[in-house]
């Protein structure tokens, strides 16, 4: 999570989303949004990017390099 103006936005970091890890980062941000109240959620990684909705929950995949 990231704290700005006091409020809360959920965020999700790993190297990179595959295969292994993906329902676990994938999950965790989910229930994130969920006990906050929030419809999206950002998952940082290397160098991948793409959008998804999961369980009503726009989820952007985003390069660490484009979110700083």
Same mark, same amino acid.
């Given at each position: 999570m990231v704290k700005k103006? +006091?409020?809360f936005f959920p965020?999700? =970091?790993c190297f990179e989303l595959n295969e %292994? +890890?993906?329902k676990r980062e994938i999950d $965790?941000? =989910?229930e994130?949004? +969920?006990r906050? $109240? %929030?419809t999206e959620g950002v998952i940082l990684t290397n160098d991948q990017e %793409?959008?998804?909705k999961v369980k009503s929950v726009d989820i952007k995949v985003l390069p =660490?390099?484009?979110w700083l």
């Open positions: 103006d +006091n409020d965020y999700q =970091v %292994k +890890n993906r $965790g941000l =989910v994130c949004c +969920n906050l $109240g %929030k %793409k959008k998804m =660490v390099w484009k």
